[in-house]
Antibody, heavy 117, light 112 residues
Framework: EVQLVESGGGLVQPGGSLRLSCAAS????????MHWVRQATGKGLEWVSAIGTAGDTYYPGSVKGRFTISRENAKNSLYLQMNSLRAGDTAVYYC???????????WGQGTLVTVSS | QSVLTQPPSVSGAPGQRVTISCTGSSSNIGAGYDVHWYQQLPGTAPKLLIY???NRPSGVPDRFSGSKSGTSASLAITGLQAEDEADYYCQSYDSSLSGHYVFGTGTKVTVL
């Protein structure tokens, strides 16, 4: 059974940093692209970052230069380093596995990040 | 910020058929990229409902179906059930500089 479990969320001040983790199990982690997707309270879904099997990374303009996605295949783990956080980054952050069709076929339960003074 | 447009809400009585539209542009759906649909029940993570425009993952009832034409796509739910009350999002890929993976604005389905 595929499982994705996020951790590391919490309250951080504007301008601060936070590192999210996602523990994967039930599949060959190194063989899949992985993503982070976020959702502000009461709002829609927003893709935040992706990392390919070769370690290539991708970001939308809203987080490029501030967020860094990484993976550690030996530990079946995905990470998101978030720097220069803003109030607008407040959201539940989901870890998701990339499917074969540029979809997201499995999702974690999410971890809440709150940026506030 | 969403690149794909969906109606904010749709509703129907149990047993009825409802459809949700997803309108994109020439840089995403119109460019030939596939459309996928997700169901998000209250308080839970999204779940893949339809992939590759019209394919259902194992375990998804055949009451759910998807289609795509031109710069738009649609999700249909036939035989609406109370458990289908949820938020639904379409998703595709965009070749513009604004981003790679894009989601729809989301649609709340209410079962009357």
């Amino acid at each position: 059974e595929v499982q994705l479990v996020e951790s590391g969320g919490g309250l951080v001040q504007p301008g601060g940093s936070l590192r999210l983790s996602c523990a994967a199990s039930g599949f060959t982690f190194s063989s899949y692209d992985m993503h982070w997707v976020r959702q502000a309270t009461g709002k829609g879904l927003e893709w935040v970052s992706a990392i390919g099997t070769a370690g290539d990374t991708y970001y939308p303009g809203s987080v490029k230069g501030r967020f860094t996605i990484s993976r550690e295949n030996a530990k079946n783990s995905l990470y998101l380093q978030m720097n220069s956080l803003r109030a607008g980054d407040t959201a539940v952050y989901y870890c998701a596995r990339g499917g074969n069709w540029k979809d997201f076929d499995y999702w974690g339960q999410g971890t809440l990040v709150t940026v506030s003074s | 910020q969403s690149v794909l447009t969906q109606p904010p809400s749709v509703s129907g009585a149990p047993g009825q058929r409802v459809t949700i539209s997803c309108t994109g542009s020439s840089s995403n759906i119109g460019a030939g990229y596939d459309v996928h649909w997700y169901q998000q029940l209250p308080g839970t993570a999204p779940k893949l409902l339809i992939y590759g425009n019209s394919n259902r993952p194992s375990g998804v009832p055949d009451r759910f179906s998807g289609s795509k034409s031109g710069t738009s796509a649609s999700l249909a739910i036939t035989g609406l059930q109370a458990e289908d009350e949820a938020d639904y999002y379409c998703q595709s890929y965009d070749s513009s500089l604004s981003g790679h993976y894009v989601f729809g604005t989301g649609t709340k389905v209410t079962v009357l």
